[in-house]
Structures are given as structure tokens and as C-alpha cells.
């Protein structure tokens, strides 16, 4: 049975690679739920399946124990995580996940506090392995190879800088308002979905990846040979002027300190 070609390089395919990593789904023995049926896979070479099983890895260690996810990802922490987890050096999670490590609390509405981990995630890694799976899913919902520039935002990140955190929170709701916005899909909601946008004028294609519904990951797909649209407002949120958004029945202030 011929395989195609690859959906990140195009080379020969050798294999299928799941998308998002079959890791991310638990297996049966530890949520006594059959979440591993249906899922996505696309051709792939060995460069971009097998090959990558420590990034897979990377990405299950630092997305599963988010503290907004929900009770799928919390039993996957408890049981799957903490396997790995063992099997690891002492300092592999400083090193790899959490850079910067420190034990805190979060504390709900109604009062009952979390132990939480905080630190700096490895972003860059981050960024890397969402990529991966966004060239996924085109070639899945779209049958054909994407050819241009994707842009990761992290949703579920928490950004120092003030105008990081105002531009994370502006495209969260632009997208709740996207009228271009497809159905949702995923056959594993409890674990993954996703939903494409048609392209805008422009022929750039927004998607939003949501792992254990709480982990939010925004996407836009740039077509090679189309160029990026001038914008008057980022203009000057670029250059440090002090701008203020309306979006629906918000405002998002961008430099206000300034």
C-alpha cells in the first residue's frame, strides 16, 4: 500500500503519524475510556514520526498538567505522567519543562487551593511541536501539503510582558467572534479538537487546536506568495504609541504605560 507523501516535508512516506502525538490521548487502563478511537493520522516519514517520539513526549509532559484542564487531563497527570516522570533524572523536569521551577498555590472561587508548579516553559519547544501538528491537520482537512508561514500563539501562556498578554487575550476573543468559523471537530472532544476558519481576504486561514478543554493554542496559516496585510492600529502598537482596540463589547488599550 503506497503511503504518499509526507505531511511536513514531502518526502516519501514511510509510516502514518497521529495528530495531534497518540501519547496525548490515555489509554484505557487509566481513565477506563475508550479515547483512542478515531483518531487523526496523516502520511509521514521517519524523520517526522518516529523520530520525534522525545518531542511527543516533551509535549504530553508540559500541556497534561495544565491547571485549567480538565478531569481527563488530571487523571492523565496522575497516572501516565507520573510514570514517566520516574523514569526521568532528577532535574529533567527544570532542564526540559519548566524552567525556573517553584511550588505555588492557586486558589478557586470557592476557596479550595491547588499545589501548582510555576516556572518558565520551554516555549520555543512549545511552539515547535504545535507546528508540527498544525501542518497536521491541513493535510488532513484540506487533502494537500500546506506551503507558507504558520504563526503558534499560546493561549493557555501567561506572557510578562503587558502588550504579549493584551494582543494573547485580543485574538482569543477575535476569535470567538470569527463569523468565518467552521464546526469544531475532534472524534475525542474530552481530549482534543480543533476548528479551521475559512480564509479571509487576504487567503490567511485561522484554526484553534484545544487540548483537555482548558488548553487553547491559535494558529494562522500565511499562503506562500500572499502578503501579510498592512494594519494602521499594529502599525502603531509597534512603534510604542498607545492604542486602543474595540473588539465586539471590548477594548484592548496596547502601550497604556507609556
Given amino acids: ?141 484540506y487533502k494537500k501539503n500546506f506551503n507558507g508561514k504558520i504563526t503558534i500563539l499560546l493561549g493557555f501562556a501567561t506572557f510578562q510582558e503587558k502588550n504579549d498578554e ?11 467572534l470569527e463569523e468565518r468559523a467552521l464546526a469544531i471537530r475532534g472524534a475525542n472532544p474530552h481530549v482534543f479538537t480543533y476548528q479551521f476558519c475559512s480564509p479571509d481576504e487576504f487567503g490567511i486561514i485561522g484554526m484553534k487546536m484545544t487540548f483537555y478543554e482548558g488548553t487553547a493554542v491559535y494558529v494562522a496559516y500565511l499562503p506562500s506568495g500572499t502578503e501579510k496585510p498592512y494594519n494602521l492600529g499594529f502599525d502603531l502598537i509597534k512603534q510604542g504609541f498607545r492604542t486602543t482596540v474595540s473588539l465586539g463589547d471590548e477594548e484592548f488599550t496596547f502601550n497604556e504605560n507609556d
Fill in 166 to 176: 493584551t494582543m494573547k487575550n485580543f485574538i482569543a476573543r477575535r476569535f470567538e
Fill in 1 to 141: 500500500m503506497e503511503l504518499d507523501y509526507c505531511y511536513r516535508c514531502g518526502q516519501p512516506a514511510n509510516s502514518r503519524e497521529h495528530v495531534p502525538p497518540l501519547c496525548l490521548f490515555p489509554e484505557f487502563k487509566d481513565v477506563k475510556l475508550n479515547l483512542r478511537e478515531n483518531l487523526i493520522t496523516v502520511p509521514s516519514c521517519d524523520l517526522h514520526n518516529s523520530r520525534k517520539s522525545k518531542d511527543d513526549e516533551f509535549l504530553m509532559l508540559s500541556i497534561t498538567s495544565l491547571f485549567q484542564n480538565n478531569l481527563i487531563g488530571f487523571l492523565q497527570t496522575r497516572t501516565k505522567i507520573n510514570r514517566a516522570f520516574r523514569r526521568k533524572s532528577k532535574d529533567f523536569l527544570n532542564k526540559e519543562i519548566v524552567r525556573n521551577a517553584k511550588s505555588g498555590v492557586v486558589r478557586t472561587k470557592s476557596g479550595i487551593e491547588f499545589p501548582v508548579l510555576q516556572g518558565n516553559m520551554n516555549t520555543d519547544r512549545l511552539i515547535d511541536c504545535f507546528e508540527n501538528i498544525s501542518y497536521g491537520l491541513y493535510r488532513h482537512e
